[in-house]
């Protein structure tokens, strides 16, 4: 039997924390309830989390800092962002620096479970599609290592966030196909984002200034003028389409 699922929630709003513990432990998963940023830290450092539940706005560090902290570590865990901040900065903010979803207060209890739920099926799916998966991709001077998660570009190791490297992943295994910033932000990120599309093109500035050699004439991940961003299959990117 497969271990139960661990979920970090760090809310400070007590009645919406036991709430979530109650639902979610009805689920069947583990969860830690941390009141504060300071003691999430700790926690989120100490443990291999499966999920995290943040709010924004908390005693001590800060769910964006908390949520870069998450990001930084080898192993990837799905987050949800929760907070009674509703502007469009403080959404944006927290789907760039790694978050995979973002649900402004009030909600709905068992709408975040659901939300949850989704999350560890697509991330054991996901885990599931790098084992059958495992070899590595190699496409004009990138080798990209999918259980190691790791790419270097022409033998040298390029430095990728989680994110970063599930959408260089996501577009080398699907060469010459052209995806809409919406379409990358349901395969990639897991949600319809609606309205949280230049998430995706930040997300790509990035991944150019990384493996381009010029990230202004890119060769590699090629913008198809009113469709959306493809990964080329070979170096020549001399057939772009024109705007």
Known sequence: MDPKKRILIVEDDIP???????????????VEHAA?????????????????????????????ELCKRARAMARYTPIIITSARSSEIHRILGLELGADDYLAKP???????ARVKALLRRTDAMARNLRIDAGNLDLHGLSIDPLSREAR???QAIELTPREFDLLYFFARHPDK??????????????MHDGYEHTVNTHIHRLRNKVETDPADPQRI???????YKFASTSDAHDREAP
């Open 178 to 191: 052209v995806f809409s910033r919406m379409d990358l932000l349901n395969q990639v990120w897991g949600y």
């Open 107 to 113: 909600f709905s209890i068992l709408e975040l479970v």
């Open 153 to 155: 570009l022409d033998g």
């Open 222 to 228: 090629l913008t198809v003028w009113g469709r959306g």
């Open 16 to 30: 919406i924390a036991e709430l979530l513990c109650l639902h979610l432990g009805d689920e069947g998963y583990t």
């Open 36 to 64: 504060d940023g300071t003691v999430g830290l700790r926690l989120l450092e100490a443990g291999n989390w499966d999920a995290l539940v943040l709010d924004l706005m908390l005693p001590g560090v800060d769910g964006l």
